[in-house]
Nanobody, 118 residues
Framework: QVKLVESGGGLVQAGGSLTLSCAASGRTVSRLSMGWVRQAPGKEREFVAHITWRDNTRYADSVKGRFGISMDNAKNTAYLQMNSLKPEDTAVYYC????????????WGQGTQVTVSS
């Protein structure tokens, strides 16, 4: 079993930056691919970014060029650097993980709130 714990959410003004962290613990973390999914009020969950244990990355078009995902394998921690934040980025951000190269995510964090004021 793998446990994911997010931190770093908060309130920021439009145009500002935030960095989210996600610490993984448990079995198989060394080959864990991780990502971020967000859910805004009244909307469906939306893919944000993903990084494999080989450091391959993928982003949603809505955040490409503004967000950066990275992973510190020594600390079993993934980061989401969010720049040029917009009010429409307001959502609960969930850290997710999986062992397989593709398919649904096996593990979910508890979520952290990000609020961008205009």
């Amino acid at each position: 079993q793998v446990k994911l714990v997010e931190s770093g959410g908060g309130l920021v003004q439009a145009g500002g930056s935030l960095t989210l962290s996600c610490a993984a613990s448990g079995r198989t973390v060394s080959r864990l691919s991780m990502g971020w999914v967000r859910q805004a009020p009244g909307k469906e969950r939306e893919f944000v970014a993903h990084i494999t244990w080989r450091d391959n990355t993928r982003y949603a078009d809505s955040v490409k060029g503004r967000f950066g995902i990275s992973m510190d394998n020594a600390k079993n921690t993934a980061y989401l650097q969010m720049n040029s934040l917009k009010p429409e980025d307001t959502a609960v951000y969930y850290c997710v993980g999986r062992v397989a190269d593709s398919g649904p995510y096996d593990y979910w964090g508890q979520g952290t709130q990000v609020t961008v004021s205009s």
